[in-house]
Protein backbone atom coordinates (compact mmCIF):
# COMPACT_ATOMS: atom_id res chain seq x y z
CA UNK A 1 0.00 0.00 0.00
CA UNK A 2 1.46 3.41 -1.12
CA UNK A 3 0.04 7.18 0.07
CA UNK A 4 0.86 10.08 -2.14
CA UNK A 5 0.43 13.38 -1.00
CA UNK A 6 1.13 16.62 -3.62
CA UNK A 7 2.04 19.95 -2.52
CA UNK A 8 3.55 22.86 -3.99
CA UNK A 9 0.80 24.27 -6.07
CA UNK A 10 0.10 27.92 -6.18
CA UNK A 11 -0.59 30.79 -8.48
CA UNK A 12 1.72 32.06 -10.63
CA UNK A 13 2.16 34.47 -13.44
CA UNK A 14 2.54 33.51 -16.94
CA UNK A 15 6.38 32.29 -17.65
CA UNK A 16 6.86 31.58 -14.24
CA UNK A 17 7.87 28.47 -12.44
CA UNK A 18 6.42 25.93 -9.95
CA UNK A 19 7.54 22.53 -8.50
CA UNK A 20 5.51 20.10 -6.89
CA UNK A 21 6.10 17.25 -5.06
CA UNK A 22 5.07 13.89 -4.13
CA UNK A 23 5.59 12.32 -0.62
CA UNK A 24 4.97 9.00 -0.17
CA UNK A 25 4.29 6.71 2.27
CA UNK A 26 4.01 2.96 3.20
CA UNK A 27 5.76 0.49 1.35
CA UNK A 28 7.86 -0.18 -1.86
CA UNK A 29 7.88 2.86 -3.17
CA UNK A 30 10.64 2.02 -5.41
CA UNK A 31 9.35 -0.84 -7.20
CA UNK A 32 6.92 1.46 -8.74
CA UNK A 33 6.89 3.72 -11.64
CA UNK A 34 5.45 7.14 -11.22
CA UNK A 35 3.09 9.79 -13.00
CA UNK A 36 1.73 13.20 -12.90
CA UNK A 37 -1.68 13.43 -14.37
CA UNK A 38 -3.46 17.10 -14.67
CA UNK A 39 -6.83 17.92 -15.08
CA UNK A 40 -8.75 21.47 -15.63
CA UNK A 41 -12.47 22.98 -15.66
CA UNK A 42 -14.41 21.43 -17.81
CA UNK A 43 -12.10 18.93 -19.31
CA UNK A 44 -10.50 15.02 -19.07
CA UNK A 45 -7.70 13.87 -16.71
CA UNK A 46 -4.27 13.82 -18.85
CA UNK A 47 -1.02 12.20 -18.82
CA UNK A 48 1.53 15.30 -17.96
CA UNK A 49 4.88 12.59 -17.48
CA UNK A 50 6.13 9.72 -15.75
CA UNK A 51 9.16 8.23 -14.07
CA UNK A 52 10.26 4.43 -14.11
CA UNK A 53 10.81 3.17 -10.54
CA UNK A 54 14.81 3.69 -11.04
CA UNK A 55 14.82 7.14 -12.34
CA UNK A 56 16.30 6.29 -15.39
CA UNK A 57 13.54 6.47 -17.62
CA UNK A 58 11.33 9.52 -17.96
CA UNK A 59 8.29 10.46 -20.86
CA UNK A 60 6.35 13.58 -21.58
CA UNK A 61 3.23 14.83 -22.55
CA UNK A 62 4.00 16.85 -25.83
CA UNK A 63 2.89 19.65 -24.94
CA UNK A 64 5.31 20.48 -21.47
CA UNK A 65 7.94 18.31 -23.22
CA UNK A 66 10.96 20.65 -22.77
CA UNK A 67 9.36 22.91 -19.74
CA UNK A 68 8.57 20.46 -17.50
CA UNK A 69 11.47 17.88 -15.50
CA UNK A 70 10.46 15.19 -13.90
CA UNK A 71 12.37 13.56 -11.15
CA UNK A 72 12.85 11.13 -8.12
CA UNK A 73 14.86 10.43 -5.06
CA UNK A 74 14.08 7.07 -3.88
CA UNK A 75 15.78 7.32 -0.16
CA UNK A 76 13.43 10.29 0.62
CA UNK A 77 10.14 8.43 -0.89
CA UNK A 78 9.27 11.35 -3.22
CA UNK A 79 8.85 12.78 -6.83
CA UNK A 80 8.99 16.11 -8.42
CA UNK A 81 7.62 17.49 -11.30
CA UNK A 82 9.33 20.83 -12.05
CA UNK A 83 7.86 23.28 -14.09
CA UNK A 84 8.94 26.14 -16.12
CA UNK A 85 7.90 28.75 -18.61
CA UNK A 86 4.27 28.47 -17.26
CA UNK A 87 1.22 29.80 -19.49
CA UNK A 88 -2.61 30.02 -18.56
CA UNK A 89 -3.03 26.68 -20.54
CA UNK A 90 -1.04 24.27 -17.70
CA UNK A 91 -4.27 25.69 -14.54
CA UNK A 92 -5.39 22.60 -13.25
CA UNK A 93 -5.26 19.84 -11.02
CA UNK A 94 -1.55 18.29 -10.83
CA UNK A 95 -2.55 14.46 -9.17
CA UNK A 96 0.49 11.81 -8.37
CA UNK A 97 0.15 8.42 -9.36
CA UNK A 98 2.16 5.35 -9.19
CA UNK A 99 1.71 2.13 -10.55
CA UNK A 100 3.88 -1.38 -9.99
CA UNK A 101 6.89 -0.58 -12.95
CA UNK A 102 5.73 -2.96 -15.58
CA UNK A 103 6.21 -1.37 -18.64
CA UNK A 104 6.74 2.22 -20.06
CA UNK A 105 3.72 1.77 -22.20
CA UNK A 106 1.52 2.08 -18.83
CA UNK A 107 3.07 4.86 -17.69
CA UNK A 108 0.59 7.06 -19.70
CA UNK A 109 -3.22 5.51 -18.84
CA UNK A 110 -4.51 6.40 -15.69
CA UNK A 111 -6.63 3.31 -15.79
CA UNK A 112 -3.10 1.71 -14.88
CA UNK A 113 -2.74 3.66 -11.46
CA UNK A 114 -3.38 2.32 -8.31
CA UNK A 115 -2.65 4.79 -6.02
CA UNK A 116 -3.48 8.42 -6.65
CA UNK A 117 -2.39 11.65 -4.14
CA UNK A 118 -5.64 13.92 -3.49
CA UNK A 119 -3.84 16.67 -6.17
CA UNK A 120 -3.03 20.27 -5.95
CA UNK A 121 -4.09 23.00 -7.87
CA UNK A 122 -1.59 25.53 -10.36
CA UNK A 123 -3.73 28.30 -11.35
CA UNK A 124 -0.98 30.27 -14.28
CA UNK A 125 -2.73 33.70 -14.82
CA UNK A 126 -1.39 36.09 -17.32
Known amino acids: QVQLVESGGGLVQTGGSLRLSCAASGRGFADYAVSWFRQAPGKDREFVAA????????DYADDVQGRFFIARDNDKNSAILQMHRLTPEDTAVYYC???????????????????WGKGTQVTVFS
Open 51 to 58: INWSGTGT
Open 97 to 115: AAQLDSSPAKYRGAQWMEY
